[in-house]
Nanobody, 125 residues
Framework: QVQLVESGGGLVQAGGSLRLSCAASGRTFSIYAMGWFRQAPGKEREFVAAIRWGSGSRSYADSVKGRFTISRDNAKNTVYLQMNSLKPEDTAVYYC??????????????????WGQGTQVTVSS
């Protein structure tokens, strides 16, 4: 089992920044990749960013590329999402997730086995 705890959400004005953190515990040695997803009211959960635990290779959704940065601290078993130039359309509950199997891509929610409880990000215009 892997437990995930997110933190760092909040209310910010458009153009501002926030950094989300996700601390993993438990069988962290089994993690292949970690990702961030978000879900806005009335919308489906969507991929935001992912990072491979070993290589550090990263991928981003087109909507956040150039504004968001995913990073990891293996020693702390923590993944971060630095969000800059935030827009009102970034408002959502953000979830971190951990994948414990190898895959060509980690852009799909079905690839992930464990999920955090979510943290609210609200961007005001």
């Amino acid at each position: 089992q892997v437990q995930l705890v997110e933190s760092g959400g909040g209310l910010v004005q458009a153009g501002g920044s926030l950094r989300l953190s996700c601390a993993a515990s438990g069988r962290t040695f089994s993690i292949y990749a970690m990702g961030w997803f978000r879900q806005a009211p009335g919308k489906e959960r969507e991929f935001v960013a992912a990072i491979r635990w070993g290589s550090g290779s990263r991928s981003y959704a087109d909507s956040v590329k150039g504004r968001f940065t995913i990073s990891r601290d293996n020693a702390k078993n923590t993944v971060y999402l630095q969000m800059n130039s935030l827009k009102p359309e970034d408002t959502a509950v953000y979830y971190c997730a951990a994948a414990t199997s190898g895959s060509v891509t980690y852009r799909d929610a079905i690839k992930y086995d464990y999920w955090g409880q979510g943290t609210q990000v609200t961007v005001s215009s």
